[in-house]
C-alpha cells in the first residue's frame, strides 16, 4: 500500500527540547517537502529536497533541521531555536525533481496525515 | 513571483445546493494549477490539476474548475453539495520552470443539512 506516512499524529515537548518528526514515502519520488500549518493560513514551505543528501532551505526554515540520507526518509528537527514551533507540520513528496521532466508539468505533491506539535 | 488569492475565507452551502469556490493567480509563467482539500486533522488531498492540457478539468467527488487565463482564475464548482464536502478547500499554483507550490490561504466549507 504506497503512500507517506508520518509519526507520530500528536507529540508533546516541553519549551527548549529538540524534537523530530519522522516522514516515511514509498512511493519511489525523489522531491520531499515539509510544510508548517497555523490556523487560518495556507501552508508555508519549511525545507525541501529534490534528491538524496541535498536539501534546500524554504520560506520559513530559522529552527528548523533536515536531513536527507535515504530517499524514502526526511525527517525534520524542531530546535529549541524554533520560536514559536506549535503548529501542524504536513510533509509531502512529488515525482519530478526537474520542471516538465516526462511531461509531469504538474510536480503534484502527495501529503502525508500530519504531525500536531504542541510545546508547552 | 507566484501567488494565489482565494476569495472567499468561509463558504456556506445547503446540501444538495451548487458549490462554488473562487481562486484567482498571479504567476510569471505557464502555471499549473491545483486544489486541494482538507478535512481535520488530515493530510491534504489532490482533487484535480491543470496542467495545460483542457481548460476545464474534472476531479476526484464531483468537482470540477475551468481555468481562465483572461481572467486568471481557476474557480472550483460542485453541482450538487454533499455533507462529506465539509472541509477546507486549497487553491495552489505552480510556475512551469519550478516545482514549488505556493498556497491560497484556504476556504472553509459548511454544508448544512
Known amino acids: 500500500d504506497g503512500g507517506i506516512t508520518q509519526s507520530p499524529k500528536y507529540l508533546f515537548r516541553k519549551e527548549g527540547q529538540n524534537v523530530t518528526l519522522s516522514c516515511e514515502q514509498n512511493l519511489n519520488h525523489d522531491a520531499m517537502y515539509w510544510y508548517r500549518q497555523d490556523p487560518g493560513q495556507g501552508l508555508r514551505l519549511i525545507y525541501y529536497?529534490?534528491?538524496?543528501?541535498?536539501?534546500q532551505k524554504g520560506d520559513i526554515a530559522e529552527g528548523y533541521s533536515v536531513s536527507r540520507e535515504k530517499k524514502e526518509s526526511f525527517p525534520l528537527t524542531v530546535t529549541s531555536a524554533q520560536k514559536n514551533p506549535t503548529a501542524f507540520y504536513l510533509c509531502?513528496?512529488?515525482?519530478?525533481?526537474?520542471?516538465?521532466?516526462?511531461?509531469?508539468?504538474?510536480?503534484?505533491?502527495?501529503f502525508g496525515p500530519g504531525t500536531r506539535l504542541t510545546v508547552t | 513571483a507566484q501567488s494565489v488569492t482565494q476569495l472567499d475565507s468561509h463558504v456556506s452551502v445547503s446540501e444538495g445546493t451548487p458549490v462554488l469556490l473562487r481562486c484567482n493567480y498571479s504567476?510569471?509563467?505557464?502555471?499549473?494549477l491545483f486544489w486541494y482539500v482538507q478535512h481535520p486533522n488530515k493530510g491534504l488531498q489532490l482533487l484535480l490539476k491543470y496542467t495545460s492540457a483542457a481548460t476545464l478539468v474534472k476531479g476526484i467527488n464531483g468537482f470540477e474548475a475551468e481555468f481562465k487565463k483572461s481572467e486568471t482564475s481557476f474557480h472550483l464548482t460542485k453541482p450538487s453539495a454533499h455533507m462529506s464536502d465539509a472541509a477546507e478547500y486549497f487553491c495552489?499554483?505552480?510556475?512551469?520552470?519550478?516545482?514549488?507550490?505556493?498556497f491560497g490561504a484556504g476556504t472553509t466549507v459548511t454544508v448544512r443539512a
Open positions: 495552489v499554483v505552480s510556475n512551469s520552470n519550478d516545482y514549488k507550490l505556493s
Open positions: 529536497s529534490q534528491i538524496v543528501n541535498d536539501f
Open positions: 509531502a513528496s512529488s515525482m519530478s525533481r526537474t520542471p516538465g521532466l516526462a511531461g509531469v508539468a504538474g510536480h503534484e505533491q502527495y
Open positions: 504567476s510569471s509563467y505557464s502555471p499549473s
